[in-house]
């Protein structure tokens, strides 16, 4: 019985403190974890993207960001890059949180 309580204590605490997936921008491509390009399509991107508001709603590698303002708190590091071929990962940009998530998951490894 103590082992299934502290399980779910242990599952409740991890919930609530699971990070979410922090995003900064960096200045120079050479500090960028991932070099990322905007489309104009849907259709060409590999993640579909929606910008969260609040740090605590972004969820994992799924999409969902939240643009952090200092470098040390953030989980992945990016740098806007001018043309596509020079990309990591493509991203489009969604009105809606629902519609967030990966279109290419070979390239899901690259934002952890």
């Known amino acids: 019985m103590k082992k299934i309580i502290l399980s779910a204590c242990l599952t409740l605490v991890y919930i609530y403190t699971a990070k979410a997936q922090s995003i900064y921008v960096v200045d120079y491509e050479s500090r960028a974890d991932v070099k990322v390009y905007v489309v104009d399509y849907e259709s060409l991107a590999d993640l579909l993207v929606y910008k969260q508001d609040y ?16 470098e040390s708190r953030a989980d992945v590091k990016i740098y806007f890059v001018d043309y596509e071929s020079r990309a990591d990962v493509k991203i489009y940009y969604v009105d809606y949180e629902s519609r967030a998530g990966w279109k290419n998951s070979s390239k899901k490894h690259l934002m952890q």
């Open 55 to 70: 740090e605590s709603r972004a969820d994992g590698n799924e999409g969902d960001w939240y643009f952090v303002d200092y």
